[in-house]
Structures are given as structure tokens and as C-alpha cells.
């Protein structure tokens, strides 16, 4: 009998070790849904939209616990107060205790935006704000709009929109205002609960949150008109007929039937007739009702006015130095925040020079000069003393000379005891094309020194066109760029899908230092002519107080980037030839000043940013395909 027991105890013991292993690993439960539902409130002491406010603590009651998220980026008060309540969080409520008195007969706007949010999910009460009046009513009048970006027209966030009871043009930079808001993200605003009254609008990019323009690079946008209300009156007529109307059916058109034609008037139980298939007819319906009474009803109410504002920064910064450089013993590099105003005069400190000792080069932006020292006497010391003579403003914004005293060194490091390197001391240029790379067909070779030359010797470049093996030369010729002094131009008739090699040879080029190249030779290739396409830009309603300035604008960077610029006055079809098959933005300068340029604007002058306008879509440049845009000054 024991010896039979033993397989059935086994047995009871491997089932007990399963089912108790079973119940060691259980599955972890699922869950429900995730909560998308943002916090409730079921209590609010004083209700929102309360009057003759006293209270001394504000308390929002929630259905759920719950976080502030960004509170300081998000809380908007308005009219503004100088010293931000208590917030807190007790519980389930949100407790708000100012920490001043109120405006009498005010209503304040307490905007939290979505910076209430659940516990756990972070769902927000999207644009959620508590309303209270001091008075014995709210002001109940609104205004919405947006701020774009002046130069570009794309949406700016976190903008000041303001409003002010005081009209004078120095009031934003004074007082702070009565009524305020903040763009989103779309630039978009909205400002409730304003009383009927004028307002100046001012917008404020403020850096330092004091609500004030007071710091010169702050942006700003404003506009010419005050802010109003004008109440609008809709009157509605009603007309109600008696209900034993009646309806008649009359038949305007003849039209056949197999047996006979029908030009009559008839009565709703006519008969069915087979008509014809090639019949055409008309009927009209002239009901004949007797009018009971007309209703006549009227609504007063005032719009909501949108506004589109132009962010923009000034330039009235006053002129000043940035930074001075001597990179290398020749090169003297100075830099001004803006560009500079007439000529600036640079001179060696208690000396005077009998002949020519640099070389001036000016950025393109004409805020940034180099100066190539020429006179060896000069590089050659470690260190020189200059002074720089240029404009700038004083505190009335006048321009006045002034001069700043600039010590700048320059030491070259002497290796002792060690063996020296290989320098290549060689002339560097750069090339806009690279070897076994592409050359747009209306594009030049570009060069450009690191040093500026003084001789160019053409009989040491030779360019080829390379045609099975053999090399046919190709006429040139070397110009210097207008604009930048140390970049040379080669030009040349370029022949489609073509090979060429470029060759240079030692002494090629000389700088003014006496430096010459080394040994190049590089080939590439031209495009095939269908492979660009044609952009064709109708410009219409050009008059004679601007000139356009017309832009191809390269998409996807922060900045933009200029592809092809035109300027023109007066009404003409554009040609924008090969193009890369690429998408392209075209945009309008409106040039009031004729300077050539986008300027920005003044606010005391009440100088609004120069317009800009973009064709409505992006323009996709297609190989081998000309594309037609129409542009209306007007529209």
C-alpha cells in the first residue's frame, strides 16, 4: 500500500507547486481609458462675472486636484496691477488674494491661460479667466487681432497688446496701460471686458516686464487711429400670412406633347401627360397669400474690431564700437553694432604718414571695416596705438564726432629648441566649385583671397572644355567684383553638359603682401539647359510714390535667404531664369524711400516698417517648365 501511495502523492504535490507558482505571477491589470478631461469647477466664491467686488480672497473650487504650470509666462491681469496677487493652492482650490486696492468701478480680467492643469495628465482648462467688476456692471467690449512679424509676417508669440486711456505718443513709455493681453503662438489676441471709452494700441515686446517701452531694442507695433466702438443697429422684418392661402401653378413656356400643345393656365389635379422628349419648359410658382401681420425688430450691439499689427525694432541705437581685432599682424578688423553714418578715419596715435598705409575693406552691411596694412614699418610692430575717428549720437540722438584710442597687439609665437614645422605660406583662395562638382550655366567662377591681390597673370590659368580626352581651350576674363574687394570674377561662355578643367599655376596671383599661389587644377561640369525651369512675375499697379524690390527667397532656414533680387518702378513681367528644380517664396519690398532696402519704423515719427507682401503659395520650380504668377500691387 505505501509503496502504490507514493505516485498519487507526487501527483498532489506537482499540482500544488503549478497552482500556487500560478498565483505568484499574476498579469498587471490594464487600466481604463487615459483621463483627457481637465479639472471641473463646481464651486467659485465670488461667482465669476461678480459685482461691487469686496471680497478679500478669491476661491475657484475644483473637482479634482490639480497643478499650475508656467504660472508667470501664462498670468495676465487687466487693467494691469503693480504688484501680482497671492496664488496658491490649497486642496482642490485655487485661492487668489490681491495685494492691493482696486480700481473703483473697474473690471478686472484675472487670465490664467492654460496654466491650470490636471494632476496626473496635465490637461488644462484652455483659456481659463475669472472676470470681476469693482462697479455696478461689467464692461462687456472686446477687441482681437494679430501681431506679425514686420519683415517677414510670420506670427509673434508673447507680445504685449495694450491698451491706454491717455492718447499722447509718450504714454507707453510713461504710464503703463489700462487694458492688456499676450499673443499665443498664432500671434493671435484678444482683449474682454473694456469699457466703452478711446484707447491708444501699442504692443510691447517687454525685456525687462515692467510694461513700459523703455529699452531701445524692445520691439513695438502700434497704429495710426485710436481704438473705438461704434454700436451697429440691425433691424429685421418678419411678415406672417394667414393660413388659407392659396397657391397657383402658372405655365410660362409652350411646350408639346404627342397630341396636342398646352399654353394654359392649370390647376394642381391636371392630369399626367406623356410629353415629348425633345420638350423644354419652364414653370413658375406665384403663390397669392393674404398677409396677418408684419414683424419688425431691431438690435443694438457693438462689434468686435480686429486689428493686424506690424512687430517691429527700431534703429535708434546709438552708434557704438563692438569690438576691434588684429587676427593677423597685417589685418586690423573693426566692428559697430549698426552701420555706420559718412567715413570713419582710422590714424596711427602721434604720427603722421606721408604715404598710403592700408587698404580699406567695408562689409556689405557697412558695419564692419578691415584694414589691410600695407606699410611693413607698421604690421611689423608687436604693437600699435590707433585712434578712430567716427559719428555717433549723443543723448538727443545728434550725430557727433568722436574718437576712441585703440591699442592692438599682435605677437607671433617663436618655437625654440624645437624643430619647426612646414608652413604652407602660400596665397588661399576660395572657389565656388569644387572638383568633379556642377556649375550653374548663368553663374561665373568666383575667387575669393584671404588677402587682397595686387596682380593677376592670366597666361598661368588655362580653361579647357575636355572632349573625349582632348582638351580645347575656352576664352575668359577675370573682373573684380564691384562690391567685395577681395573676390574676382571669371566670366565665361558656358556650353551645356560640358566637362571643363580649370588650371593654375604657381605665380598666377600676387597679393600685396607679395604672397603668391600654389598649383590648382580641379575639373567640373555644366548643367544640361532643361534641367532649369523659368519663373514669370507679372507685377501690376506699380505708381510712382515706391519702387518694388522683388525677391526669390530660398524656404526652410531661420533667415531668409535671398536667391535673386530685382528692383523695378513701374509695371513689367519679371523673368527669373535657371532656376534649380526647387520651391521657391517671392516676395515684395514696398520701397518708399527708394534706398533699396527694407527699413523699419519710427513710433514717435509715426513712421510705420516698410511693407511686405508674399505671393500667397510657395512656387515650385519644375525642370524644363515655365511658371506664371500674377502680383497686383493692389490686392
Partial sequence: ??????????????????????????????GGPKDEQHPLIVEIDPPDYTVNFDSEVISITFDEYFQLSELNSNLIISPPVEENPDIKIKGKSLLIKFEEELRDSTTYNIYFGNSVQDYNEGNPIENFQYVLSTGSYIDSLSIEGQVLNSFNLLPEEGVFVMLYLEHDDSIPIKEIPIYI?????????????????????FCLRDLNKN????????????????????????????????????????????????????????TETANDTIFKSDSSFSISVKETREIDSIIVSSRNYFPIQNYVLKLFTEEREVQYLVNNTRETKQK????????????????IADTVMEKEWYIKETS?????????????????????????????????LVYQWNTDTLKMKYFELKQKNQQKETVDTSLKYDLNIKSRGTIDLNNNLNFLFQTP???????????????????????????????????????????????????????????IYETVNDTNIIEFATQKFD?????????????????????LILPGNEEEVIYREKIIKSDQILEYDFLPPKEFIFKIIIDKNFNGKWDSGEYLNHIQPEEVLYHKDKIGVRSNWDIEINFSMNK
Avoid: H
Wanted: net charge negative; charged share 25%; hydrophobic share 40%.
Fill in 1 to 30: 500500500m505505501k509503496i502504490n501511495s507514493i505516485p498519487k502523492v507526487i501527483y498532489y504535490l506537482l499540482f500544488i507547486v503549478i497552482l500556487f507558482s500560478g498565483c505568484a505571477n499574476p498579469i498587471a491589470p490594464t
Fill in 181 to 201: 493681453s499676450k499673443t499665443n503662438s498664432d500671434g493671435i489676441f484678444r482683449i474682454n471686458n473694456i469699457r466703452n471709452e478711446q484707447f491708444k494700441l
Fill in 453 to 511: 591681390l595686387q596682380y593677376i597673370d592670366t597666361t598661368k590659368i588655362d580653361l579647357f572644355t575636355v572632349i573625349d580626352s582632348i582638351k580645347i581651350p575656352v576664352e575668359y576674363s577675370f573682373i573684380q567684383d564691384s562690391i567685395k574687394l577681395r573676390k574676382y570674377n571669371m566670366l565665361v561662355d558656358w556650353s551645356e553638359d560640358t566637362i571643363y578643367s580649370l588650371e593654375i599655376y604657381p605665380d598666377a596671383f600676387t597679393d
Fill in 332 to 347: 586690423i578688423e573693426i566692428i559697430f553694432n549698426k552701420a555706420i553714418k559718412d567715413s570713419v578715419v582710422l590714424s
Fill in 211 to 266: 510694461y513700459l517701452f523703455d529699452i531701445v531694442d524692445e520691439n513695438i507695433a502700434f497704429i495710426d487711429s485710436l481704438v473705438t466702438f461704434d454700436l451697429i443697429t440691425e433691424t429685421t422684418i418678419d411678415t406672417v400670412f394667414k393660413s388659407d392661402s392659396s397657391i397657383t401653378t402658372l405655365v410660362e413656356d409652350t411646350f408639346k406633347t404627342d397630341s396636342m400643345v398646352v399654353s394654359d393656365l392649370i
Fill in 531 to 551: 534641367y532649369y525651369g523659368k519663373i514669370l512675375a507679372d507685377i501690376t499697379d506699380i505708381d510712382s510714390s515706391f519702387q518694388v524690390i522683388c525677391q
Fill in 364 to 396: 556689405l552691411k557697412n558695419d564692419s571695416l578691415i584694414y589691410w596694412l600695407s606699410d611693413s614699418s607698421i604690421y611689423n610692430k608687436e604693437s600699435i596705438s590707433f585712434t578712430l575717428d567716427y559719428q555717433k549720437e549723443d543723448s538727443n
